[in-house]
């Protein structure tokens, strides 16, 4: 017997506004990025777990202005230059680690050229242990704007949306299961539709019950 050829259909992580469920959990979030640019403040900083929809908010305010969008990790001096052309700059996956100099020189630009600037971390940024004391002092007159854990409709569309993207038909039922028992966590439901697709076309088994079942124990 010939093995089977499984054939992956790329998956594309599509980020459109319509696409965007709200509900509590986001809402607050939702509403300030769907505002600009009628903020409070120029700077704003969304924070929640990984696989929260931070990066999809960033999306929806890129299609509303012009945009540089940086994953702190690879910030650096050309990105104060490049700043220079846009009117946001949106820092994704900000921690502690970041250069602390280079991100008071973001700031200020920000500030000094009525500019905005959108900083998305895990953490409320006030909370980060930063030694610079003018830093420390810009962090704290910003916005602060958390997304909560999902509800079980948030769980649902997440699930869907991320099958529908990776070309996955399922039915009802087996969302329902997966809503019962998979841990309320953003990451936790990341992980499992990153592995429950990876584990199909391995084994090249369909969408069934009993492989749900299966990843459900790896995550």
Known sequence: MT??????????KAY???????SPSNQEAYDLIN?????????????GPSGSGKTHLASILKGKTSVLIVDSKTLDEKTF???????????ENLNEKVSENLLFSLWNAALQD??????????????????????????SSSVFVGIKLPSDDLISVILTKNFSDRQIKVEKKHIEYIIKRIDRSYEKISQFILILDKYSLKKGSPFSLKLIKEVLEMV
């Open 114 to 139: 009525n500019k905005y600037l959108l900083i998305t971390s895990e953490k409320a940024i006030n909370t980060y242990q930063f030694k610079l004391p003018d830093l420390k002092s810009r962090v």
């Open 35 to 47: 505002g600009w640019p009628k903020w409070v403040k120029r700077i704003v900083n969304i924070f």
């Open 3 to 12: 093995d089977q050829l499984i054939l992956k259909f790329p998956s594309s």
């Open 16 to 22: 459109y506004k319509e696409d965007y469920y709200v």
């Open 81 to 91: 230059f490049n700043f220079k052309t846009k009117e946001t700059l949106i820092i």
